[in-house]
Nanobody, 126 residues
Framework: QVQLVESGGGLVQAGGSLRLSCAASGRTFRYAMGWFRQAPGKEREFVATISWSGGNTYFADSVKGRFTISRDNAKNTVYLQMNSLKPEDTTVYYC????????????????????WGQGTQVTVSS
C-alpha cells in the first residue's frame, strides 16, 4: 500500500507560481510518479511524470516550458513547480504512483498508476 498526500494548492493570480508537493509513504520510494488534473465534468488528464531515478521526465504540451517536476527520494516527496500560471490551469491536481516501474521508466497513461492522492485545488484568477 502507498499513501499519497498532496499539498501546496491555493489561489494565485495569472502569471504567478505555485509549488505542489506530494508526500508518499508505505513503500520504498522507488517508483515513477505522475501529476494529473481534473476539472469538473471532464476526464482526468496527464500533466507531468518523473521516473524514480529522477532522470526522465515528460510533460503535457499544455504545460511544457511552464511546469517542472522533481523529486527528493530522501524525503519521499515529488514536486510540481508551476510557473506562468493561466486561468485555464484552474482545477484539482492529483499525484499518482506507478509502483511497477523500473528506475528510468515513466508513463503518461492514467491506467498504469496504482495509487492516487486526494487532490489539491489550484485556482488561477485572471
Amino acid at each position: 500500500q502507498v499513501q499519497l498526500v498532496e499539498s501546496g494548492g491555493g489561489l494565485v493570480q495569472a502569471g504567478g507560481s505555485l509549488r505542489l508537493s506530494c508526500a508518499a509513504s508505505g513503500r520504498t520510494f522507488r517508483y515513477a510518479m505522475g501529476w494529473f488534473r481534473q476539472a469538473p465534468g471532464k476526464e482526468r488528464e496527464f500533466v507531468a511524470t518523473i521516473s524514480w531515478s529522477g532522470g526522465n521526465t515528460y510533460f503535457a504540451d499544455s504545460v511544457k516550458g511552464r511546469f517542472t517536476i522533481s523529486r527528493d527520494n530522501a524525503k519521499n516527496t515529488v514536486y510540481l513547480q508551476m510557473n506562468s500560471l493561466k486561468p485555464e490551469d484552474t482545477t484539482v491536481y492529483y499525484c499518482a504512483a506507478d509502483i511497477d516501474s523500473s528506475s528510468y521508466y515513466y508513463t503518461v497513461e492514467l491506467g498504469e498508476y496504482d495509487y492516487w492522492g486526494q487532490g489539491t485545488q489550484v485556482t488561477v484568477s485572471s
